[in-house]
């Protein structure tokens, strides 16, 4: 079985409050989420394991064969990779400081904004300026006088 904590994707869901692992646990089986599923709730086997969401999502469709992890082994997961991270911290800092200034450049939004600003210059006042009252005709063509 294979899992992976996804960055935070929102997939047009709201997230759930329930856990800061909520939908974050990709399943490598399918491609859907991992939830929080609680086994024998009322007995004093209770307990807390989180299976790929698609497992039993409708009866139509094949599950997902994935098995469930429990809390304990994502907790795990999360500070294992967590800690391979900040040991290996100043490559990650030298991968992604190309990214970062890349992010931070925005020379091609403000170009954008000036040649807007520029158009919008050039373009007639139009509100508070009676603009949009219908021009005077006069003499026989009904034409404005400024465009005859
Ligand atoms: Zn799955």
């Known amino acids: 079985m294979q899992a992976e904590i996804a960055r935070n994707r929102a997939r047009g869901k709201a997230r ?31 307990r807390l394991v989180w299976q790929c969401n698609s497992k039993y999502r409708d009866r139509t469709t094949p599950k997902c064969q994935v098995t469930h ?21 100043e490559r990650y800092i030298l991968a992604l400081e190309p990214v970062i200034g890349m992010l931070s450049d925005t020379a091609a939004l403000e170009e954008e904004a000036q040649t807007l600003g520029e158009r919008a210059a050039g373009l007639p006042a139009i509100a508070g300026h009676g603009s949009c009252q219908r021009p005077a005709r006069t003499g026989s063509t009904g034409l404005p006088a400024t465009l005859r």
């Open 16 to 46: 759930s409050a329930f856990s800061c692992f909520s939908e974050r646990i990709v399943c490598g089986g399918c491609g859907d989420f991992f939830g929080p599923k609680l086994w024998n709730s009322n007995s004093k086997y209770r």
């Open 69 to 89: 992890l429990t809390e304990e082994q994502i907790q795990k997961a999360f500070v294992d990779a967590y800690n391979q991270i900040i040991a290996d911290r």
